[in-house]
């Protein structure tokens, strides 16, 4: 069984940085492609960002782009997710997901699919 287990969230004011990591178990790291998530109160979930299973291409959603970076270390099982220059919108729950296939793939991805964790709130605060 897949476990998949989100950290670093927080509360952090407008402009502040923050990084979150996402380990996976209970498979081999390297077979997945991973991705972030994130779900604001009274929306659905959008796609942020995601990651090939080598490491060698990456994808963002416009709204991030340029502010967010999706990184991954094989060797410790973990994703991160750098965020720099917060704004209140970027107020939600992020999850991760992890995936076999294409990095590509996870920007379209049905919710229902992949290896989800327990998410971790992050506020921005104007």
């Known amino acids: 069984q897949v476990h998949v287990l989100e950290s670093g969230g927080g509360l952090v004011q407008a402009g502040d940085s923050l990084r979150l990591s996402c380990t996976v178990s209970g498979r081999t790291f390297s077979d997945y492609a991973m991705g972030w998530f994130r779900q604001a109160p009274g929306k659905e979930r959008e796609f942020v960002t995601s990651?090939?299973?080598?490491?060698?291409?990456?994808y963002y959603a416009n709204s991030v782009k340029g502010r967010f970076t999706i990184s991954r270390d094989n060797p410790r099982n973990t994703v991160y997710l750098t965020m720099n220059s917060l704004k209140p919108e970027d107020t939600a729950v992020y999850y991760c997901?992890?995936?076999?296939?294409?990095?590509?793939?996870?920007?379209?991805?049905?919710?229902?699919?992949?290896?989800w964790g327990q998410g971790t709130q992050v506020t921005v605060s104007s």
């Open positions: 990651m090939s299973a080598t490491g060698m291409s990456t």
């Open positions: 997901v992890a995936r076999v296939g294409t990095g590509r793939a996870l920007q379209t991805m049905d919710l229902n699919d992949g290896d």
